[in-house]
């Protein structure tokens, strides 16, 4: 290949590449397929390798117990300034992204109870209605995952962090805020069962999703949307300690 040959291929895939990567990025946030029927199973088994990980990483790095225990899906996952955002406070995040609240009641014997937690922070569901699953359903999981731990942790408070509202799952947010009301509802009949919400988190105030709050899937959290995040979070997180 010739100097001028690979200076035009150069100029071609500069020209080419960022309209790639827009396209990629289009993709990524375009709004995901819904409704869905209702699911007729649910697969828990696709998170093994995930729970096993999780009981590697104890083996080689036992974390201490009593902490501040952070479950639920990708919104855990990702916050990984989480003992940055909380200094002095011991807390563990065993989230996994995707994951259903059903998920973190089937894993419970291995990824909740052998920690001790002196507090649980939970922040799931969105996935579950993604999937199709009616928010009546949704809502019986959380009361469900409630009762399995008051079984085996009895005293332990629980802290529900609601849904917000996402850009990727606009169609949804009705939804969202309906699984909310439910579980702020019941939350204020039970002992123990703190509902956080963050409905309004990530709206402006003419009531519209910022995108600047999001990476490019647009359903994701920027660091500008965990600043927001952690000042709803952290006034529960303080109150959790202090017990």
């Known amino acids: 290949m010739n100097r001028s ?4 291929l150069l100029a071609v895939l500069c020209l ?11 993709k990524s946030a375009a709004p995901d397929t819904w ?12 998170w093994e390798k995930t729970i096993a990980a999780f009981e590697e990483a104890d083996k080689k790095t036992p974390p201490a117990k009593g902490s ?5 899906s990708s919104t855990i996952v990702r916050w990984k300034t989480l003992s940055q955002d909380f200094p002095g406070v011991p807390v563990l995040n065993r989230g996994f992204g995707g994951n259903q609240i059903k998920d973190s009641t089937f894993y419970a014997e291995r990824m909740i109870f052998p920690y ?5 922070f939970l922040r799931a569901g969105g996935n579950d209605i993604n999937a199709g699953w009616p928010v009546a359903d949704v809502f019986n999981d959380f009361k469900t995952f409630v009762a399995k731990m008051r079984e085996h942790l009895p005293n332990v408070p629980i802290y529900y962090i609601g849904l917000s509202p996402t850009i990727k799952r606009l169609k949804q947010i009705d939804a969202g805020n309906q699984l909310n009301d439910l579980i702020a509802a019941w939350a204020k009949e039970q002992t123990g069962i703190t509902y956080i919400d963050t409905r309004t988190l990530s709206l402006d105030l ?12 647009m359903l994701h959290f920027n660091d500008a949307g965990y600043k927001l995040l952690t000042a709803i979070v952290k006034p ?7 017990k």
Do not use: E, N
């Open 236 to 242: 529960f997180v303080t109150a959790a300690a202090a």
């Open 206 to 217: 003419d009531g519209k999703v910022r995108p600047d709050l999001f990476v490019a899937d």
């Open 5 to 8: 040959t690979l200076l035009r």
């Open 35 to 46: 409704p869905k029927p209702k699911p007729t199973s649910h697969d828990y088994q696709k």
């Open 68 to 72: 501040l225990l952070f479950v639920g």
């Open 16 to 26: 080419t590449a960022p309209a790639a990567l827009q396209a990629q990025a289009k």
């Open 116 to 120: 001790a937690p002196k507090a649980i």
